[in-house]
């Protein structure tokens, strides 16, 4: 089995994304991916309400492939935080998606750790974007978890192209903090991450269909880390995390 912890959908013509439900669970049956957690290219909370639909939409098309995450911009405050209850409480979304080089606030301000907050309250996790971009590299996402040490987040890119070894440092330090692998083309960089941390805190992501998830999957195979190991970071890590019920899917 294959659970997919980072994936999109989402319909925004003006930037060229145009990434259907449909188009979404068709590239997953291509690439052998079973379920995706998918979350938009755009934040909420919007004018029209439409990007916690589009994704509310495509899960409940396909209930047993996609998993609803919320993306939202902090900056709206008390509004922010309203969409989220309604989100989590209403629509069943299975956590939240922080983009902070999106927005002009901090990793780790008062906006941001109010959201993890609630977060830690409805027991969500939080997937961060995590790069080397100045307002979305790993220390600050360090800074925030030592500051909301309840509340599961994800580190997702594993800092980008620079900066791995931050990711995995921050993630050593904060027991809170787990680390998807997609579009971090370096194994070597896989293989240590699982050595330092265990392959419990380590999650399978593709970003798709913003990258090729063959290759997203070779390169954990290419790690060598055992069947095992495999199976935790290709499912059984996100599986726990969502609290998902896949009885029998590892027989």
């Known amino acids: 089995m294959i659970i997919d912890a980072h994936a999109h959908c989402d319909n925004t013509e003006w930037l060229g994304y145009i990434d259907s439900p449909d188009r979404i669970v068709s590239l997953m049956d291509l690439y052998g991916i079973d379920m995706a957690v998918i979350s938009s290219y755009n934040d909420a909370p ?3 309400g439409r990007v916690v639909d589009y994704i509310d939409q495509g899960a409940k098309k396909y209930p047993d492939r996609l998993i609803p995450f919320i993306r939202v911009n902090p900056a709206h405050g008390e509004g922010t935080l309203e969409v989220i209850k309604d989100a989590i409480l209403n629509r069943n979304f299975k956590g939240i998606k922080l983009h902070p080089a999106n927005y002009i606030l901090s990793a780790f301000g008062q906006e941001t750790m109010e959201i993890l907050d609630l977060a830690a309250e409805y027991d969500v996790p939080v997937l961060f974007h995590c790069t080397e971009d100045v307002k979305s590299a790993p220390l600050f996402m360090g800074f925030a978890a030592q500051n909301a040490p309840d509340t599961k987040m994800i580190l997702a890119h594993m800092g980008g192209f620079f900066l791995t070894k931050d990711a995995i440092n921050v993630c050593k330090q904060n027991r809170n903090i787990y680390l998807d692998t997609s579009e971090i083309p370096f194994v070597d960089a896989i293989r240590e991450a699982a050595e330092v ?7 399978f992501g593709s970003d798709l269909p913003t990258d090729n998830p063959q290759f997203e999957i070779e390169k954990i195979k290419a790690a060598n880390l055992g069947k095992e190991a495999e199976n935790l970071i ?3 890590n996100i599986a726990r995390l969502l609290k998902l019920d896949l009885e029998g899917a590892d027989k």
């Open 197 to 203: 941390l265990g392959p419990e805190r380590i999650l």
């Open 46 to 48: 919007d004018l029209e």
């Open 234 to 236: 290709f499912w059984k």
